[in-house]
């Protein structure tokens, strides 16, 4: 897996991802997954299995036989995407934060993880709190709007440019 960030369409910055962390299965309640993403230092995606995978492989084929193909294609965008790349979510309240993608994928089969349904996760720094509502840009709030629960990519573009400027003016750099 590559370490270089894919670039958007902004050739100056990052590529930038919507992440609901909303689990697909109705009965698991919206919010509890990104409250633990952001405590944890985490990105992530759903998908319980009834056991751990081994590797990414195993994760895809497991996902695919339990979940369906689509899930399975969400899962293997969510493990490539470069270490570097953007991250927004957005929590209960409305509240929207700003993370970037650090390490690989990795299956969390712990008991809360499978609780909130937050079990194929990235580690992620996030910035140390929300980020101000009129600094989020308009890209970012077009792709929440649209609402759904999927991992995906935010093209509008300049969403690349003004996510990495809000990155730098919170963490001079």
Do not use: K
Request: proline share 6%; charged share 25%; hydrophobic share 40%.
């Amino acid at each position: 897996m590559s370490t270089v960030p894919r670039m958007s369409h902004d050739d100056d910055a990052p590529s930038v991802y919507r992440a609901p962390m909303r689990s697909r299965d109705d009965d698991v309640s919206d919010g509890p997954a990104v409250e633990r993403a952001l405590a944890l230092g985490v990105c992530g995606v759903g998908g319980r299995l009834d056991g751990a995978p081994e590797s990414l492989t195993d994760a895809l084929t497991a996902v695919d036989a339990v979940h369906g193909e689509r899930m399975a294609r969400r899962l293997e965008r969510f493990a490539s995407v470069a270490d570097g790349t953007f991250v927004w979510t957005r929590d209960a309240a409305g509240l929207f934060s700003l993370g970037r993608i650090t390490g690989p994928w990795r299956y969390d089969g712990s008991a809360d993880a499978r609780d909130v349904d937050l079990v194929h996760v990235r580690a992620c720094d996030w910035l140390g709190g929300p980020v101000e509502p009129a600094a989020v840009p308009p890209g970012v709030l077009e792709a929440f709007a649209r609402g759904g629960r999927n991992w995906q990519s935010i093209t509008r573009a300049d969403a690349a440019r003004l996510t990495a400027a809000v990155w730098t003016c919170r963490t001079g750099g």
